[in-house]
């Protein structure tokens, strides 16, 4: 007779207390988990949808219409000897770099599922092209947690040179992608779509990814907003500062530290108010490297039944954090961060503090309008270029 495993037990019952405890709290604290709801609510309407949704649309367009293909043949010498990736890859990585978590995990996935890259380089994307946007390091962190336009291209560009340090440190490490025996050099024949059809499966195919980030957005939310008013998270925070005292961390910086690890955006506004900008700067990019178990379970959603691995993924971003927390750090020690040039709201500044959801929306839908296009003459300029050999259908 077969018995069940121990650490299998152990687990559910680890479960069953979980969810019992979930539910006595949602019972003992109604208001507060309403109130967490109604503000992840409000944080989807009035950022994630406008900043992230037109992006969604155009990662899918470059996929089914064939431009990542198309451009990725200009691009292979790039990719090739810099993150050991096929050409093709490139539009996952430059989405990843400007659409906003996670826009570029779910290029990547569409890459894979086309036939445009191979599982392996599919979980080398993940690894570093799945990253924060613009649209929030600067104008949240930037201008709404400093006060400074300047803090938040900082920070930006840090964020970003950090991710291509990953891709280029998975390269150094791992060797290309594309090389490992089986069929993981070899690429299916893809079938480029007719706009129509592809324009209208991407909008249905983002507004399901939408939903389902917008839910997890909503439950951490609401788990944080119950972990603070029962006291576990300020409990954590403080066996955190046991365990991490000896470098120097308090509280205050434990329990800041604890709620960006569980969601990005409730994590960067905890360092909001007075104190040294230097620290807090380490911290934010500490927080935008990580991006927060909230994000990590958004990227498992799309994965799905994908059979991607994502310890490539999770490896990649405790690398992105700890790059972007040893650059800021070293930025910090050499600029002069806390002097009132850097403190003062810009007039760069100003205008991000002022930015409505509507001209946020407008932002977004143009620069993603603005991407397409230049993908789509880049690409048309390649397919121009490449010469027709004769005997051979172009159909």
Not at 115 to 124: K, P, V
Not at 231 to 245: D, E, N, Q, S
Not at 264 to 291: D, E, Q
Not at 344 to 366: D, K, Q
Request: charged share 10%.
């Amino acid at each position: 007779m077969a018995h069940r495993p121990e650490r299998g037990w152990g687990r559910d019952v680890g479960t069953a207390v979980g969810l019992l405890c979930a539910a006595a709290a949602l019972m003992a604290c109604p208001a507060q988990a309403m109130e967490g709801a109604r503000s992840g609510l409000a944080l989807c309407g009035e950022v994630i949808i406008p900043s992230l949704f037109p992006f969604f649309i155009l990662s899918s367009l470059v996929v089914e219409l064939g431009l990542a293909g198309q451009l990725g043949r200009a691009l292979e010498p790039v990719m090739g000897p810099l993150f050991g990736l096929n050409g093709a890859c490139a539009s996952a990585v430059a989405l990843g770099l400007i659409g906003g978590y996670p826009v570029g995990a779910r290029t990547a996935l569409g890459l894979y599922e086309n036939g445009l890259c191979t599982r392996r380089e599919a979980e080398r994307l993940l690894a570093f092209c799945n990253n924060s946007g613009p649209a929030f390091v600067l104008g949240v962190v930037g201008a709404g947690i400093f006060s400074s336009a300047r803090v938040g291209l900082l920070l930006y560009g840090l964020h970003i040179l950090s991710a291509l340090c990953v891709g280029v440190a998975f390269r150094l490490v791992c060797g290309r992608a594309d090389q490992g025996g089986g069929h993981a050099g070899r690429r299916p024949v893809f079938q480029a779509r007719h706009l129509t059809a592809a324009f209208t499966e991407s909008v249905k195919q983002s507004l399901q990814a939408m939903l389902n980030i917008c839910a997890f957005v909503v439950c951490f939310n609401v788990i944080l907003r119950l972990l603070t008013v029962t006291g576990v998270l300020t409990g954590a925070g403080r066996l955190l500062r046991v365990l991490l005292g000896p470098l120097g961390m308090d509280g205050v910086w434990a329990q800041r530290l604890l709620t960006g690890a569980l969601e990005i955006s409730s994590g960067v506004w905890t360092l909001s108010g007075g104190g040294a900008a230097g620290p807090r700067m380490v911290m934010a990019s500490l927080i935008l490297g990580w991006a927060g178990l909230s994000v990590h379970c958004q990227v498992l959603s799309l994965l799905g039944g994908s059979g991607l691995s994502t310890r490539p993924y999770l490896l990649g971003k405790g690398l992105h954090a700890l790059c972007a927390a040893g650059f800021t750090a070293a930025a910090v020690s050499l600029l002069p961060v806390e002097q009132p040039a850097w403190s003062a709201v810009t007039g760069g500044g100003a205008f991000l503090l002022s930015v409505e959801p509507g001209s946020l929306w407008m932002c977004s839908i143009g620069t993603a309008g603005g991407i397409f296009l230049l993908l789509f003459l880049l690409s048309a300029g390649k397919t121009r270029k490449k010469p027709v050999h004769t005997g051979e259908s172009v159909l």
